[in-house]
């Protein structure tokens, strides 16, 4: 349990720099914004090494000098881009004047265990600095095609009225041609019609063969399994070019059936794992009590196990259903101009059309792929309800 302890405050050789390697960093950005990426590093770690000094020497209560640091860094970024920089130049100053203090007053060891050497405390908040690194890097494309979906003109980056929150600068013209072109609504349409039909087959094969593959006295179960997930680990451009040449001596290549066919294939290991995954807690005994009491295969399957395992089903299910939305290269290889998908009509759009609406369309994507894990998250926790692995 963490206990609280009073650390002394800590010297001007150990802050300082700390404080002007995060100025560096955010230098970066600023210097490249402004043309010159290494004069933005070597100018951030000054001035932000400066300030941490001058802050922990001012005779002004830390709340007071926070505010101040806030203001002045809003004024300075409202000067250098407008009103968008002067908001990020108001939360950056908040930051760096929390960071100084945070680090002269010694509260980063507040919360931590008082024997924790100084090693053992720089790895606990460099593994959650290089975690926020990560996280940022992975999200910080999300949240930039989230707002250029709102552009008022015909760009792929942010106009100046944009960047100076003007409302001029945002439109839902890429909305509503979204909703109103007729070349995005068939590709919605067909999307509609493939994902959902390919998932209730992952879901059908995937969970019968998940229960088979969960039974000890099936053999080769392991090489079977392995075979079923490949579609997860063979590159996808390999799987694509082997079903193009397999359907086409079948004579399904080019036609509905042959892309639900494989789009199901793609999200049969995801069920598979997904369903295996839950079946581990699974007491085999229930299906022997449902036996010795008279019931059938079936009825044990729909009465007894599938109302366990059904989290499992779901979220493979959704897994399933977001593969074949979202895949683009296997519908290439494998359906013709009839079965042309929302990602095929944003490849096209990005690659011969130019057009912006793909910036709409991934916005509606990510909304609809936020809903979905959301559900996700919803199902795992229940599972662990009703596997007693949490209380509530």
Known sequence: MAVLTTVPRRPASFYVPVVAAFGAFVGLFVGTAQGSGPLGILGGAILMGALAFLLTHAPLAEKQLRWIVAVVFAIAGFALAGLSAGIIGAALGWFFGWLTFWLFEGRYRAHLVPYLTPGQVLWHYTFRVICGAIFIFLITPILVVLPLSFNAQDFFTFTPEMLALDPAGYSLKHYRDFFTNSDWQNALRNSLMIAPVATLLSVGFGTLAAIGLSQPHVPFRRAIMAILISPMIVPLIISAAGMYFFYSRAGLQGTYIGVVLAHAALGIPFVIITVTATLVGFDNSLTRAAA????????????????????????????????????????????????????WQMFIGLREQISPTILAVATILVAISIALLTVLELLRRRSERLRGMSPS
């Open 292 to 343: 010795n009491m008279g019931a059938d295969p079936v009825t044990t399957f729909f009465r007894v196990q599938m109302p366990l395992i059904l989290p499992g089903v779901i979220s493979g299910a959704l897994f399933a259903f977001i593969t074949s939305f979202d895949e683009v290269v296997v519908v290439l290889f494998v359906g013709s101009a009839g079965q042309k998908t929302l990602p």
